[in-house]
């Protein structure tokens, strides 16, 4: 692996340009990145040929360190990359949650053998992760799951159940809180890792009101983890997930500009469906006065984003403040999507059809998929008694009789 | 908080050290109290002066310190934070900038080192009306001899009352609602034909009527090009816009931090009120959107000392949002306060007042609304 630590970003974004030339396929230039594993499952040759050059490369990762197959870049270096890729028309093939969340968080909590095991096969884009966290009775109340872990010796014996499982029908691993003693609430949850291909473990895709199956539920009836795939101490994977979470919640706002951006603006959508009056005004004025507030919203989220990015100076990991963003990028983006449908009208109504073009299509699932914004990765109202209690420093209610 | 260089964080230690000592909330209510006709308190203004803060976007050669506008948002937010009610932002961010950016040699010469060392205030004589309107100006300004004679009325200027200066928005041509035709004149307050009235407003601050009859101007009165003022007198509204967005800005945060203290103190049910959830997330939701808020307003004075072309859409961004947030912040100051936050010895209804004087002058919400997305093309 290069280390460009001491040399200057031109010539970093020199090395870069060429490399994506001689290794990004033609045919895929410009095509979405298919990096949601039901593509995946069935990538074409070219898919995964692109996969593994940059996987070898360790750009997918481009922060990562350099001895688990991480680029071993800086965060301006890294954007240079990103800037590359964008210019060539080419996505980052490696992605899920193994880089949104557990890699950053096995790389600060896993044993050196842990993550020599893991991280470069999260780096190559060779192992999909899936997280085990919400079960039907640890929803909000996280750490109030069952799901029962019991030292057999040698190795982990686990009995329970998991739900909203993203993806856990095309994942290789999971990250799990399990029940480690009974008598302690938070104090007695682990984080473990097993594999998903097992015969312990069953996974029922939900269907959702948008017509997809993006969450799971999943079945543990005495699957089995291996000792050395405890993370952390024992009863002490409560502040594992925490921290986890909050790598959850800063890349579900959007913050990095992906959540906000992608699609037509509304001014475009809403000048094509609604009209325009002499003026070249959105002809439905009221609808025009919202449009101005959601974009004046959306900016000034996207300030605040800068803004942190320059006051954290990009050398500190997601803080408190990652509620706000994420509260506030996740309202943001509904109000899009309830928008666009009231600009298109019956049109944004279609469920299926010729009557309706691709894009009216995606209107309406992406308004009803859109739900779960507010409510996955800590719901709005977690994320507001985070912002209350730990930035605002306001006090935990007390039972009174 | 955006990032600071050293003179501008030593400029903002200085404002809030200032005024938590010299000027806090009380000081505004002993003004209000001791019905001062102004509309500020002229000792704390020339201490202010005095410390260079009516010099900030002011170049060198004119006596100022030319630190930009960033720096002066910064003193505003700090003044804010405590309602105190001074010239400095008709004055030195208003009437200045009118000057820097059009005002000729002789103008810059006359009335720049005045305001610069807070010897002179200046005031925006703009809008006719009771909404902020000004493309809609009417006031007449008519070709006699060499020079001009003005006819008309402006409405809420700030400051006007105490103005030595007026930056004044007149017509030369066109009809009103025409850009074009417009025309900035630089005249002396004690002018003969100006007459003032003195405008008793709910927040307090000093605004005054002013009615030009026959008054006579020479063509040295006027700033760049007689009918194409438009220009420089757009750059000066968003300079000022800006800089009374810091200001609510620091008035909405304080109003914020001092319903935050209240929720941590006051017992109800035998808990403090801020370990309920109903107050906890509107809490969480004021503090994210005053996050936001910060984030427009500091974007938009960065955007001005870089001379970006996008001030004026930024501008409007930051005053429309800050708008909202401040009503929001000091509506639920009162709301959570409870029966003391009506009361008149508390502080809330001063902010109360304060946001609702903010949105009305140099564009409401809706005002900036709506030219945001004409800017945008919608």
Redesign the interface.
């Known amino acids: 692996m290069a280390d460009f630590g001491g040399v200057d970003l031109d010539a970093l974004r020199t090395e870069a340009r060429s490399w994506i030339e001689a290794n990004f396929p033609a045919e895929l230039k410009g095509r979405p990145n298919p990096m949601m594993r039901e593509e995946r499952s069935k990538p074409s040759p070219a898919q995964e040929a692109w996969r593994k050059a940059m996987g070898e490369k360790g750009w997918g990762t481009p922060t990562w360190p350099a001895q688990y197959g991480g680029g071993g870049l800086s965060s301006a270096e890294a954007r240079v990359i990103q800037q590359e890729l964008g210019r060539a028309g080419a996505y980052n093939p490696i992605g899920g949650m193994g880089i949104m969340m557990f890699g950053p968080t096995l790389l600060e909590y896993g044993t050196e053998a842990q993550k020599m095991e893991h991280i470069p096969k999260i780096c190559r884009g060779d192992v999909q992760w899936c997280q085990g966290f919400s079960e039907p009775g640890a929803g909000s109340d996280l750490a109030a799951l069952s799901t029962k872990c019991e030292d057999k010796g040698d190795h982990y014996l686990i009995n329970g159940q998991k739900i909203w499982t993203s993806g856990a029908q095309y994942a290789d691993w999971c990250f799990c809180l399990v029940r480690t003693d009974t008598a302690k609430k938070h104090e007695g949850i682990s984080f473990v890792l097993f594999s998903m291909h097992q015969p312990g473990v069953e996974v029922r895709p939900i269907p959702l009101i948008a017509g997809n199956s993006p969450f799971c539920e999943t079945f543990f009836t005495d699957a089995r983890a291996e000792k050395k795939d405890l993370v952390g101490p024992l009863n002490g994977g409560w502040t594992i997930a925490k921290r986890l979470l909050q790598h959850e919640r800063s890349g579900l706002s959007g913050a990095g500009g992906g959540g906000m951006a992608g699609g037509k603006s509304l ?1 475009a959508l ?2 094509e469906y609604v009209g ?1 009056d002499d003026q ?3 002809a439905d004025s009221d609808l ?2 919202r ?3 959601h ?3 959306g ?3 996207q ?2 984003a ?2 942190a990015m ?2 954290a100076k990009g050398n500190s990991g997601p803080s408190a ?1 990652t509620s ?1 963003m994420k ?2 990028g996740t309202q943001w983006m509904q109000m899009k999507a309830e928008l666009t449908l009231e600009i298109m009208g019956h049109q944004g109504l279609g469920w299926e059809g010729d009557t309706f073009s691709a894009e009216e299509l995606a209107a309406v699932r992406g308004w009803l998929g859109g739900k779960a914004f507010t409510i996955y990765g800590g719901s709005q ?1 977690v ?3 985070i ?3 730990r ?8 039972q ?1 009789n | 908080m955006a990032v600071l260089n050293e003179e501008q964080s030593m400029l903002r230690d200085a404002a809030k050290s200032w005024t938590q000592e010299k000027s806090p909330v009380t000081a505004f209510r002993k003004m209000r109290d001791s019905g001062v006709e102004i509309g500020y308190d002229a000792a704390a203004w020339n201490e202010m002066a005095e410390m260079g803060w009516a010099g900030v976007i002011i170049p060198e050669e004119y006596g100022g310190s030319s630190f930009g506008y960033l720096s002066l948002g910064l003193i505003l937010e700090e003044l804010g934070r405590t309602l105190t009610a001074s010239p400095l932002l008709a004055s030195a961010m208003g009437a200045a900038s009118a000057l820097v950016l059009g005002g000729t040699d002789a103008q810059k010469s006359a009335w720049l080192p005045k305001i610069a060392e807070g010897t002179a205030v200046g005031a925006l004589a703009i809008d006719e009306g009771a909404h902020h309107a000004p493309e809609k100006t009417a006031l007449a300004a008519t070709k006699s001899g060499a020079g001009y004679v003005l006819n008309g009325t402006k409405t809420f200027v700030l400051e006007g009352l105490a103005a030595n200066v007026l930056i004044v928005a007149a017509r030369t041509s066109g009809k009103a609602g025409e850009k074009d035709g417009i025309t900035l004149f630089v005249v002396p307050a004690d002018t003969k034909g100006i007459s003032r009235k003195r405008l008793a407003l709910a927040d307090n601050r000093g605004a005054a009527n002013i009615t030009f009859d026959k008054v006579e101007v020479g063509a040295d009165a006027v700033m760049g090009e007689a009918g194409k003022g438009w220009d420089v007198l757009e750059k000066t509204l968003d300079r000022v816009r800006a800089g009374l967005s810091a200001e609510m800005l620091g008035a909405a945060v304080q109003s914020f931090e001092t319903t935050l203290d209240y929720l941590k103190v006051r017992v109800q049910f035998g808990q403090v009120i801020g370990s309920f959830q109903a107050l906890q997330h509107r809490a969480a939701k004021m503090f994210t959107d005053l996050e936001l808020a910060r984030s427009a307003v500091e974007a938009a004075l960065a955007a001005i000392d870089a001379d970006s072309p996008d001030v004026p859409e930024l501008v409007s961004l930051a005053k429309a949002k800050m708008g909202d947030v401040f009503h929001l912040v000091s509506n639920e100051m009162v709301q959570m306060h409870g029966g003391i936050g009506m009361t008149d010895a508390h502080d809330s209804g001063f902010y109360l007042k304060r946001a609702r004087a903010c949105e009305a002058a140099f564009g409401s919400q809706s005002y900036h609304r709506d030219r945001y997305a004409r800017i945008q093309g919608y």
Do not use: C, W, Y
């Open positions: 001014t809403a000048k325009v070249g005004r959105i025009r006065t449009i101005a507030m974009e004046i919203e900016r000034s989220f300030q605040t800068v803004r320059l006051e403040a706000i509260n506030a109202e994320q507001s008694n912002i209350s209690k930035i605002l420093g306001l006090p935990d209610l007390t009174h």
